[in-house]
């Protein structure tokens, strides 16, 4: 069991955990999520217009 460290400030308590081990990452999955920047196109898909009514 770990302890925790409790400090006062001035009207509210600051509590300090020690930090457990990082979780795994998982593998790479870029393969699998298709990028943001494969669509870049010179020219727009939808038009917008230049002023509204």
């Known amino acids: ?3 925790i460290v409790v400090y006062p400030l001035e009207g509210f ?6 930090k ?5 990452c998982p593998p790479c999955q ?5 990028s943001v920047f494969e669509d870049d196109d010179d020219e727009p898909k939808h038009k917008l217009p230049l002023h509204c009514s």
Do not use: D, Q, R, T
């Open 1 to 3: 069991m770990s302890s």
């Open 13 to 18: 308590s600051l509590y300090l955990m020690p």
């Open 20 to 24: 457990s081990a990082a979780p795994v």
């Open 30 to 34: 870029s393969s699998l999520l298709p």
